[in-house]
């Protein structure tokens, strides 16, 4: 069993976000859900991505899951490896961006296997590593180091307020420099626009001077592209997926990647229709509202979920089952939403704390998920990378077939169901992507992809 990228996702929309830009490019990809245990068929995959929930955990959590990724992945004989975070590089001053990748880098020093150049001093990049979150077709790019969502700088994007690692710097050098003990530096765009010799030489510069992490300045895909060639020979990057798009063209002009043929193509679909939200993204909370002036109440609409009602009892999830059946029941899609603005969130947490209102929420869309798809849901959108953990975990998935994509960093899956004939197609989506009808539209391109039925 040997691959060419290991990827460790720190959560599971991320790591299918990846996945969709690798299959893009033209790898062959799997998403595994969790560490695995021991050997898994990845058949003739050429990238493996390991979607971890360590976004959000306690440092020393995120970096042990990390870590045991790190060693399945290096017993796999990976070439490279990939730390995927958020676009909006989501994280507090303590972590866990900056932990996680301090220790790739320290086990790779120690460990690196056969498979890779004997010593460190062979192999370009074994002390250093590059912060490259930019994503500039999802409107994510960073400039002299400030991360910008569209036109506003990070801190004025609505992550700000969001409920778990709001995001009130956009300064990354001084963000990251927060979370790691080593020096930060900066590859400004003038280096980039030189190209990839001259970025690779500027790295160069600033390891001898003992920088550890770089952040990357990255406007377009050229960007991306200039980056991909400087680092494809470094043990480790890490960044958001923009980057892993650009990576694949760098190993074929290495003569590792060869062309396959429908890389991303998947069964034919099955079953009723269903859209779990749990994020509170300005993104999402468009994509809730669009779907709702579509599909109105008592018209397969949606139903919203409240955290201070789940905490009293089973009622409102019992509630919520019902209205969840009857609109599969007229031929869906139907929608079951915890997406509120952030005064909503604000008062539940202040009611619950934060960490009770998350946790309601997550219980409630993993138990929703398990026996709605136990009842016949065979099409499922779940948006927010916490949530979208919370029911992967709950419907007990351990592999995913990443197929073709529905909108910039959303792919539909397919996953095997226990007792179930067809795939489960499932779509994660991270809380700040997708277009406004994309719970909408997500099932009708999947129709396109497998040459099925349209629903609704």
């Known amino acids: 069993m040997s691959i060419l990228l290991g990827a460790i996702a720190d959560d599971f929309t991320g790591a299918t976000d990846l996945a969709n830009n690798l299959v893009r490019a033209g790898m062959r990809c799997v998403q595994l859900i969790g560490v695995p245990q021991g050997e898994v068929d990845l058949g003739e995959a050429d990238a493996v991505v390991v979607a971890l929930k360590s976004r959000t955990c306690p440092v020393e959590q995120a970096v042990a899951d990390s870590l045991a990724a790190l060693d399945w992945l290096q017993a796999c004989g990976a070439r490279q490896f990939f730390f995927k975070y958020c676009s909006t590089f989501d994280s507090t001053d303590a972590g866990n961006i900056g932990p996680v990748a301090d220790a790739l880098l320290e086990r790779l020093r120690v460990t690196q296997t056969e498979r890779l150049l004997a010593t460190e001093s062979e192999r370009p990049g074994g002390s250093q590593t590059v912060m490259v979150p930019a994503f500039p077709a999802n409107g994510r790019s960073v400039y002299q180091g400030h991360l910008f969502v569209g036109d506003r700088l990070l801190n004025d994007s609505g992550m700000q307020h969001h409920p778990l690692t709001p995001m009130t710097d956009a300064d990354l050098v001084r963000v990251l420099g927060r979370q790691t003990p080593h020096p930060v530096g900066l590859a400004a765009r003038p280096v980039l626009a030189r190209g990839g010799a001259a970025t690779r030489v500027h790295l160069e510069a600033l390891a001898a001077e003992g920088v550890r992490h770089v952040i990357c300045d990255s406007l377009d895909e050229h960007d991306l592209e200039t980056l991909a060639e400087a680092v494809v020979d470094y043990p480790l990057v890490t960044g958001g997926s923009g980057l892993g798009q650009a990576l694949p063209e760098q190993y074929r002009r290495r003569g590792w990647l060869t062309e396959v043929a429908e890389p991303g193509r998947l069964a034919s679909a099955s079953g009723s229709a269903l859209v779990l939200s749990g994020s509170c993204s300005r993104a999402t909370l468009r994509q809730v509202a669009h779907f709702l002036e579509h599909h109105p109440l008592g018209q397969r609409g949606g139903f919203a979920l409240d955290p201070l009602e789940l905490a009293e009892g089973e009622a409102h999830l019992e509630a919520a089952l019902a209205f969840a059946r009857a609109g599969l029941a007229e031929g869906g899609p139907v929608l079951v939403y915890a997406s509120a603005d952030p005064e ?44 979208s ?61 497998t040459g099925d039925e349209v629903l609704g």
């Open 344 to 387: 909503r969130v604000k008062a539940a947490q202040q009611a619950l704390g934060v960490a009770r209102a998350g946790e309601l929420v997550e219980q409630a869309l993993g138990r929703l998920a398990n026996t709605l798809v136990d009842e016949g849901v065979g099409r499922l959108i779940v948006a927010g990378g916490e949530s």
């Open 389 to 449: 953990g919370a029911v992967v975990s709950a419907l007990g998935l351990r592999q995913l077939r990443i197929g073709d994509q529905i909108d910039p960093g959303v792919p539909w899956t397919q996953a095997p169901v226990e007792g179930r004939e067809a795939p489960l197609s499932l779509a994660l989506k991270s809380g700040n992507f997708g277009g406004e009808d994309f719970f909408t539209r997500a099932f009708a391109v999947l129709a396109r992809l």
